[in-house]
């Protein structure tokens, strides 16, 4: 009686084949979608829905397939290759990501939707069944082979066996690592971490670090998580910028210091990215147009302004914001500190 779409053959052969541009093209005319620039769809790839709204920036993989009735995702974010994404109301915020082969479907109900806050991640091989709400907060990661469930039932329940539909929600910052199962009706309260092989169902507080299973809170605030002091944030700043530089240096980069300024040129010839580094409130932030600042005392709002009006981009790890976009360098950085954790939300 009613149609299941898993797989749109039609659209496929519609939609599918075409090159990034005349695909994009024809979803704008045809189909009446909002398509933001820069956005990439790659061989394979399609958005089926009846109200789709793709930022700047946007990226989906190849043979990634993204279905809904309501289709919303935000800048800067991406659907991996080979990845199938299907729910009635799919919310995806900016800078998040779904890499390669990750599940989102399942039977759906008129309530089911799919909630991805902003800078999260989804990990290789995840699968998620959103057929009760399922919502993700901001900087949260999901390792991959996770299994995240909002329904459990299978044997017949008028012979007793248990037949359970609930939402799941996931806070802001949470962790789960690789192969963590989350239950039905389960909530998991912002910034908390569930050890690699847990099973989890119930409530996990916020502040929390919790293993097992079933999963049982072993540690929480203000044991956990420990903030470092200044000295030590600072030493793990330089960490992290050394490690940067070692990387650059493997990929063929030379380095030239003056002073608190960086200079990054390509080996093989070419014009030289330039970084600021601010490690103290007395250190002058000299940049030019197309440099990357990266500061480690918070930028006040005459100064964001200075640099927005001046084309400097910017990664503020004390006030935890950057600029709206970035060089290639301001690119690369975020995204190497972020293996540290560190997600900056996008001026804007």
């Known amino acids: 009686m009613i149609r299941k779409k898993r797989l749109p053959i039609g659209h496929l052969a519609l939609y599918g084949w075409l090159p990034s541009p005349l695909k994009i093209w024809a979803y704008r005319v045809f189909r009446g979608y909002k398509i933001g ?39 800067h974010s991406s659907v991996g290759t080979m990845s199938y994404v299907a729910c009635e109301r799919i919310q995806i915020g900016e800078d998040a990501r779904i890499r390669e082969q990750v599940f989102v479907g399942g039977p759906q109900l008129p309530e089911s939707s799919f909630t991805l ?18 919502t993700i907060g901001d900087d949260t990661g999901i390792g991959g082979h996770c299994l995240i469930f909002t329904h459990g039932a299978w044997l017949n329940a008028l012979d007793g066996y248990p037949v359970t539909y609930e939402p799941v929600t996931l806070g802001n910052s949470v962790w789960l690592p690789w192969r963590v199962f989350v239950m039905p009706g389960t909530t998991i309260g912002d910034g908390s971490v569930i050890g690699a092989n847990s099973l ?32 030590k944030k600072a030493a793990l700043v330089a960490e992290m910028v050394s490690e940067f530089e070692r990387y650059v240096t493997y990929e063929h980069y030379v380095i030239e210091l003056r002073g608190n300024t960086r200079s990054y040129r390509p080996a093989e010839g070419g014009g030289p990215l330039r970084l600021v580094w601010r490690r103290a409130p007395h250190d002058a932030l000299v940049a030019t147009r197309g440099d990357t600042v990266l500061t480690e005392v918070a930028l006040d709002d005459r100064e964001k302004s200075e640099l927005r009006a001046n084309g400097v981009h910017w990664l503020d790890l004390a006030g935890r914001s950057r600029s709206t976009e970035g060089s290639p360098l301001t690119e690369e950085l975020a995204t190497f500190i972020a293996r540290y954790g560190i997600r900056l939300p996008r001026d804007g």
């Open 200 to 231: 989890v169902q119930g409530e996990i507080p916020p502040m929390s670090l919790a293993v097992g299973s079933p999963a049982k809170v072993i540690r929480s605030a203000p044991e956990f998580p420990r903030v470092p002091s200044e000295a």
């Open 37 to 75: 620039a820069n956005v990439k769809l790659a061989f394979g790839a399609v958005v089926v829905g009846e109200s789709v709204e793709l930022a700047d920036h946007v990226e989906i993989g190849l043979l990634a397939m993204v279905m809904g009735r309501t289709i919303r995702i935000g800048r």
């Open 117 to 134: 806050g902003s800078r999260t991640i989804i990990l290789q091989l995840a699968s998620i069944n959103p057929t009760k709400p399922v």
